[in-house]
């Protein structure tokens, strides 16, 4: 009897024991995180051997902002390919016009869309000339447009302009023209002081006489200087004085009065 209750006695300790060793070892976690927690009276680890050190909070390091900068460059309009259009004119859509629709000075001008071409009448008593200037600046181009003029002196003309710009108030560039009631041509070189100075002035079968449309063709191309009529060359020259500008047509002679039509520029 003696021995049976020293072995319940036995039991009875080691069950006792046997629940705290259980929790030292890794028992309830929220027990063993609050003995890591600083602030304990000793100033203890929960009993361990050396002092606790609080260890510092990790915090995560905030993603770089990234900041989207426009960055701006200048628009680069290639060049276009030799032969290829680079404007056109048929003058009948009249709700996007590339010229003035109505008389801008009726004194000494007068402008409009008539009949699917283009009018322009010089009334200038000197002998002036009244045109139109291609929206844009070009440098290797060919201007082709059909003309035809009636009205004013014998003398009346109707010309395109290529690489043209304003010195001192006064027009400069090259200018290619017939007479039709003459039958000459004129290719020439307007200077900034206001002199015309011919490079070409001759005669022409390939003219259309009267008030009979001609098709005027002037290429600036380089240094090469080339005019011609209903398809025909009549002239061609060397000159550098411009190497860019607008692109014209008109006409001259006091009272003379030209129509226009299929207005075609192309690259060069």
Do not use: K
Request: with cysteine.
């Amino acid at each position: 009897m003696r021995t049976l209750a020293f072995v319940a006695m036995c039991l009875i300790l080691l069950v006792s024991i046997l629940p705290s060793s259980a929790q030292d070892e890794g028992g309830d976690p929220s027990v063993l995180s609050d003995e890591l927690l600083p602030g304990t009276p000793d100033g203890t680890n929960g009993g361990s051997d050396g002092p606790m050190v609080e260890q510092p909070a990790t915090v995560a390091a905030p993603e770089p902002t990234v900041t989207a900068t426009a960055v701006l460059s200048p628009t680069v309009r290639p060049t276009p390919a030799p032969g290829a259009i680079v404007f056109a004119d048929s003058f009948e859509d009249l709700t996007h016009p590339n010229f003035p629709l109505t008389t801008l000075d009726a004194s000494e001008e007068s402008r409009g869309y008539i009949e699917g071409q283009y009018e322009i009448r010089n009334g200038r008593l000197d002998f002036d000339s009244r045109g139109a200037a291609v929206p844009g600046q070009f440098s290797d181009t060919t201007i082709a447009i059909d003309a035809r003029v009636y009205g004013g002196p014998a003398t009346r003309i109707v010309h395109v302009g290529c690489r043209r710009s304003l010195a001192a108030g006064q027009e400069a560039g090259y200018l290619f023209g017939v007479r039709p009631d003459t039958g000459r041509f004129l290719l020439a070189r307007a200077q900034p002081d206001g002199r015309l100075v011919p490079l070409v002035d001759q005669p022409s079968t390939a003219i259309h006489p009267g008030d009979a449309f001609n098709r005027l063709e002037l290429t600036c191309a380089g240094r090469t200087i080339t005019g011609a009529v209903n398809g025909v060359t009549v002239a061609t020259v060397q000159d550098a004085t411009y190497t860019s500008g607008a692109l014209r047509f008109g006409v001259g002679g006091s009272g003379a009065t030209a129509r226009f039509d299929n207005l075609v520029v192309t690259q060069r």
